[in-house]
């Protein structure tokens, strides 16, 4: 006997229900306050003036916005690239059948265990140009010690090499999974036919893994689209705006600082566009390439 379609609702209506209140009702909200000016530093707290599109218009205008995107967007290449190298490396490396192999294991992980924000104030400290001691050992070497957080040039490199450290497990730890479930017999069957190492990677396991890497690849790109924790613990944007990146942004503009809510919103909604169009052309050109 079929349920009755009243009692199926039932049953998904609290879901409809936490669905409607944590994301459809902020998106329809955030919208609605982007349509007007809404600043709380003029005393508007109480109050909001319909404007129209008019956040819309100045954000085609704003240039410190648009270097935001391409802050980001240097950072997320950056990091993704990096990672996915390091990543599959660490993958490869822990698959194989050696001693120690599993005591290995759980270094790799720890780092994800730490908060974003608590991986940027300890690095913080460690990349501190007078105190840190990543310069105190590089000036013992006697090799240059950079002032990573203070020049322009490389405090995105930086806060990369932040998210590296912080980031590079969750890569490790999916094309892990993703190498332990390649049959044996494949390998083994490559190895009867003399195919040297890297013949096996590039011809059996990177096919193998291709859904594993898609999926992995996909993730830390929105992830990495999205940073606010590493820049704002490590710079808070600085040094003048080389490292705020497009969330700190819109993070200034509203809460932060300038507290234009109206705007702050105009700027989160046309970032989340900007996010799924380059999210939605980067799915189809990388299914296509790993397909």
Known sequence: MRPKKGVLFLFIFPGILALTAIVIFPII??????????????????????????NYRKILHDAYFWNSIWRTLYFAIGAVGIQFL?????????????????LFRPAFM????VSDI??????????????????????????????????PHIVI?????????WQT??????????????PEDLLEAARVDGASAWQRLRYVML?????????????????????????????????????????????????????????????AIAFSAIIVMIIAVYIRRLGRQLA
């Open 157 to 165: 490199p930086a806060a990369i090499l932040v998210d590296t450290w």
């Open 207 to 267: 096919p193998c893994l291709s859904p594993v890497i898609f999926v992995a690849l996909v993730f830390r790109t929105i992830a990495c689209l999205r940073v606010f924790a590493i820049m704002w613990g490590i710079t808070g944007g600085g040094p003048a705006r080389a490292s705020e990146v497009s969330q700190l942004y819109i993070y200034n503009q509203g809460l932060g600082r300038l507290l234009k809510m109206g705007y702050s919103a105009g700027l």
């Open 110 to 113: 720890f780092p994800l265990m």
């Open 29 to 54: 909200f955030g919208f609605y306050t982007s349509l007007n000016t809404w600043n709380w530093a003029a005393g508007e707290a109480d109050s909001m003036t319909f404007i129209g599109l008019q």
């Open 118 to 151: 608590v991986a940027a104030l300890m690095w913080k400290m460690l990349l501190n140009p007078a105190l840190g001691h990543i310069n105190y050992y590089l000036g013992a070497l006697g090799l240059p010690t950079p002032n990573w957080i203070g020049d």
């Open 169 to 182: 497990g969750f890569i490790t730890l999916i094309l892990l999974a993703g190498l332990k479930s390649i």
């Open 86 to 102: 390091l990543g599959l490396g660490c993958a490869l490396l822990l698959n194989q059948r050696v001693r120690g192999a599993v």
